[in-house]
């Protein structure tokens, strides 16, 4: 097995223990994009790489594994930090694209 798999591997292994220990998602310790829904009306999106549309419609977000998009009505950023955007508005649809 090469090193660079096997660094892989150890770190997969750490994180999930570390998961496991704090009782959090492996996903957050991973850098992986976190999707909360409240509702139809507001969806916080953590880990994000940036916006790569945004129209009232839809909210297209860069992501470590792809690209998510959000569509609906009256959408609107209320909130947009370094690693986390809050889009609120009525939400249709929210889903990875197919890449």
Request: proline share 1%; net charge negative.
């Given at each position: 097995?090469?090193n660079?798999?096997?660094?892989?591997?150890l770190?997969r292994?750490?994180?999930?223990?570390?998961?496991?220990?704090?009782?959090?998602?492996?996903g957050m310790l991973?850098?992986?994009?976190?999707?909360?829904?409240?509702?139809?009306?507001?969806?916080?999106?953590?880990?994000?790489?940036g916006?790569?549309?945004?129209?009232?419609e839809?909210?297209?977000?860069?992501?470590?594994?792809?690209?998510?998009?959000v569509c609906?009505?009256?959408?609107?950023?209320?909130?947009?930090m370094?690693?986390?955007?809050?889009?609120?508005g009525i939400?249709?649809?929210?889903a990875?694209?197919?890449?």
């Amino acid at each position: 097995m090469n090193n660079k798999k096997r660094l892989r591997e150890l770190t997969r292994e750490v994180i999930g223990s570390l998961a496991q220990t704090f009782e959090i998602e492996e996903g957050m310790l991973s850098g992986e994009m976190t999707v909360e829904m409240v509702g139809r009306r507001s969806c916080r999106l953590t880990n994000h790489r940036g916006i790569i549309k945004y129209t009232p419609e839809e909210v297209r977000i860069k992501t470590e594994s792809g690209v998510f998009r959000v569509c609906g009505e009256m959408l609107k950023i209320k909130g947009l930090m370094a690693e986390e955007i809050i889009i609120e508005g009525i939400i249709e649809n929210a889903a990875y694209e197919e890449v």
